[in-house]
């Protein structure tokens, strides 16, 4: 166990320090978060046409309301926390690699409702934009990370022998 935390510490550490970093943010963050606003876009347009993405920010053409997707808001600090957890955990690289990959997709995907969602409550309520914002999605996003290792942990091959069952004794 304590293997297992101080490499998820430096692991963390380490990927958070480099999100911050300059040419990640450049070469990384923007054009990642820039992505994640033209598929929101792509995925609002099957029902609203009055939706455009330029850059990071997804605007209604007609009320003008738009939400600007910023660090922390793009789904990749989740990602972090959960490439962190399964690359710490003693298992296979086959079983981390497909654990992290469906871990990714499952967080961005929630992470597009989160988008969409707050997009449609700050036109509908800004009150009720910010509360959802701050407090909701924030905690559901984290808890996907932890739900999708939860259940990663349970698909692992049993490292463990199995127990040596005594002989009954015959009579």
Same mark, same amino acid.
């Given at each position: 166990?304590?293997?297992?935390?101080?490499?998820?510490?430096?692991?963390? &550490?380490? /990927? #958070?320090?480099?999100?911050?970093?300059? +040419? @990640?943010?450049?070469?990384?963050? !923007?054009?990642?978060?820039?992505?994640?606003?033209?598929?929101?876009?792509?995925?609002?347009?099957?029902?609203?046409?009055?939706?455009?993405?330029?850059?990071?920010?997804?605007?209604?053409?007609?009320?003008?309301?738009?939400?600007?997707?910023?660090?922390?808001?793009?789904?990749?600090?989740?990602? &972090?926390? /959960? #490439?962190?957890?399964?690359?710490?955990? +003693? @298992?296979?690289?086959?079983?981390? !690699?497909?654990?992290?990959?469906?871990?990714?997709?499952?967080?961005?995907?929630?992470?597009?409702?989160?988008?969409?969602?707050?997009?449609?409550?700050?036109?509908?309520?800004?009150?009720?934009?910010?509360?959802?914002?701050?407090?909701?999605?924030?905690?559901?996003?984290?808890?996907?990370?932890?739900?999708?290792?939860?259940?990663?942990?349970?698909?692992? +091959?049993?490292?463990?022998?199995?127990?040596?069952?005594?002989?009954?004794?015959?009579?």
């Amino acid at each position: 166990m304590l293997r297992f935390f101080i490499i998820f510490s430096v692991l963390l &550490i380490g /990927l #958070f320090t480099l999100e911050i970093l300059q +040419p @990640a943010e450049k070469y990384v963050i !923007l054009p990642f978060t820039s992505l994640i606003a033209d598929i929101s876009v792509w995925i609002v347009q099957v029902f609203d046409d009055n939706v455009i993405a330029t850059g990071n920010v997804i605007r209604d053409k007609v009320s003008g309301f738009g939400v600007r997707i910023e660090r922390g808001c793009n789904g990749l600090e989740a990602v &972090i926390i /959960l #490439f962190a957890a399964i690359f710490a955990f +003693p @298992a296979p690289l086959k079983n981390k !690699l497909i654990g992290f990959t469906a871990g990714f997709f499952a967080i961005q995907l929630l992470n597009l409702v989160r988008i969409i969602s707050l997009y449609y409550l700050g036109q509908w309520n800004y009150t009720a934009f910010e509360w959802f914002h701050l407090y909701l999605w924030q905690a559901l996003i984290i808890l996907d990370a932890l739900v999708v290792w939860m259940i990663w942990l349970r698909t692992l +091959p049993n490292s463990r022998p199995p127990a040596d069952d005594p002989e009954p004794e015959s009579g």
